[in-house]
């Protein structure tokens, strides 16, 4: 297993929304963990996306009723909870498009443990303060979000009929958009990487296009598996191959119209003014 560690990459812009982000998603999980596990899935239910929710907006617009009893099947806790209490096991999700919609951005900011948190945010971490430095603060965020919502919809279009009904939560997505954007912007850029092998690691310096190209070639392998067997296994695989297919193709359209005035661009028209007599006529005698 690879597991990235820190990028050789250095900024000239403080990273306020990176950091704004992964103190918003951490504060979301610390308020959650107070919760019972009935309490938690309800939550997921009402605030995550629920694929079959905006089918349902763009079609007759009729509320989705899904049952706990169903979806609490592997988790015995919450099943137990569930049967001590004398609530309704089935939840009514209303199906209109602002419902829907809504869902895909609370979505991005809820997760399903401290695990599930602690990955997506170590990754936005190492990589998103180089995007946003390269974008600006406002750019940044807006193709942070806007990328969030391309990738619930790669979700949507490739969710089965039984998964269309299963919450997603997790920032996963949005953040694949941050890595497809730092893989097309600093290709060569060195990344120190922990690699294990059963029992052993060692630390080795990668590109990060060697980085990122197996953690893209990783979720596209489980993503075709997930659609050739028709199951969903608990994970949005294309909520990540979407996002970083949406990383990969916005951020050149974005560098085109944003200047660059990260360290990297700055150091190299300093470079270039550098006074070279060779270069100039006019000082050969």
């Known amino acids: 297993m690879l597991?990235?560690?820190?990028?050789?990459?250095?900024?000239?812009?403080?990273?306020?929304?990176?950091?704004?982000?992964?103190?918003?998603?951490t504060l979301l999980l610390l308020g959650m963990l107070g919760l019972d596990p009935l309490e938690h899935n309800r939550l997921f239910l009402e605030y995550g996306f629920v694929p079959q929710r905006l089918t349902e907006a763009l079609g007759s617009g009729e509320s989705v009723q899904i049952d706990l009893e169903d979806l609490l099947a592997g988790s015995p806790e919450a099943?137990?909870?569930?049967?001590?209490?004398?609530?309704?096991?089935?939840?009514?999700?209303p199906g209109t498009m602002t419902a829907a919609l809504g869902t895909i951005f609370t979505s991005m900011f809820l997760h399903a443990g401290?695990?599930?948190?602690?990955?997506?945010?170590?990754?936005?971490?190492?990589?998103?303060?180089?995007?946003?430095?390269?974008?600006?603060?406002?750019?940044?965020?807006?193709?942070?979000l806007l990328g969030g919502i391309f990738a619930a919809i790669a979700h949507w279009i490739t969710a089965s009929s039984t998964g269309a009904l299963i919450p997603t939560v997790g920032a996963s997505g949005a953040v694949a958009v941050v890595l497809g954007a730092y893989a097309v912007t600093y290709p060569k850029a060195q990344v120190r990487c922990a690699l294990f092998l059963f029992v052993i690691f060692f630390m080795i310096d990668l590109p990060a296009l060697v980085v990122l190209g197996i953690w893209i070639a990783f979720q596209l392998v489980q993503g075709l598996g997930a659609l050739h067997v028709g199951l969903d296994g608990g994970v949005a695989w294309w909520a990540h191959i979407g996002g970083?297919?949406?990383?990969?193709?916005?951020?050149?359209?974005?560098?085109?119209?944003?200047?660059?005035?990260?360290?990297?661009?700055?150091?190299?028209?300093?470079?270039?003014?550098?006074?070279?007599?060779?270069?100039?006529?006019?000082?050969?005698?």
Not at 7 to 21: A, I, K, Q, S, Y
Not at 247 to 256: F, H, K, R, T, Y
């Open 244 to 285: 970083f297919l949406f990383g990969m193709a916005i951020m050149p359209l974005l560098s085109l119209i944003i200047p660059d005035t990260t360290y990297g661009s700055v150091l190299k028209k300093e470079r270039s003014y550098q006074f070279d007599p060779s270069r100039h006529d006019d000082f050969r005698f």
């Open 114 to 144: 401290i695990a599930h948190l602690v990955g997506n945010m170590w990754f936005l971490w190492i990589f998103g303060n180089n995007v946003e430095d390269r974008l600006g603060h406002v750019p940044y965020l807006l193709f942070y």
């Open 3 to 25: 597991f990235p560690l820190i990028d050789e990459n250095p900024t000239r812009r403080w990273p306020f929304v990176t950091v704004g982000l992964i103190a918003i998603n």
């Open 79 to 93: 099943r137990e909870v569930l049967e001590n209490s004398k609530a309704d096991s089935v939840v009514t999700l």
